[in-house]
């Protein structure tokens, strides 16, 4: 897998109603260390992960991925990255939105990890 592409793991379909658009799938665009990456909130999240993972471990704080994505120049706002690792993207959180995706689990307060596969 080349740098900046995500495993399709990652990109599998939302385990709700895809018919609903939602914030997640807004196309953004984010420039930094000489690549370039574009992608929905998530692909960039999940990206952000990837990086911070492969320097730091495998858990990572919602700061951790904030600071990351800002430090690229993303234009996503903390909140809708807030909102995508908390609850759309955790597996442990409710079914609050129209799509969710279980690509992270908690494993501490504030603290969260990539899901494994089964």
């Not at 939602?22 to 990086?51: K, N, P």
Request: aromatic share 4%.
């Amino acid at each position: 897998m080349a740098r900046g592409q995500l495993p399709a793991r990652w990109l599998q379909e939302g385990t709700t109603d895809e018919s609903r658009p939602s914030a997640s799938r807004r196309r953004r665009t984010v420039q930094g260390g000489g690549d370039l990456m574009s992608g929905t909130a998530r692909e960039q999240i999940l990206a952000a992960i990837d990086g911070i993972c492969s320097r730091r471990g495998d858990t990572f704080t919602v700061t951790d991925v904030v600071q990351w994505l800002k430090a690229q120049g993303s234009d996503l706002a903390e909140s809708t990255v807030r909102t995508h690792i908390t609850s759309r993207m955790c597996s442990d959180s409710p079914d609050n939105h129209g799509t969710t995706y279980d690509d992270l689990e908690r494993v501490d307060r504030g603290v969260y990890r990539l899901r494994s596969l089964p």
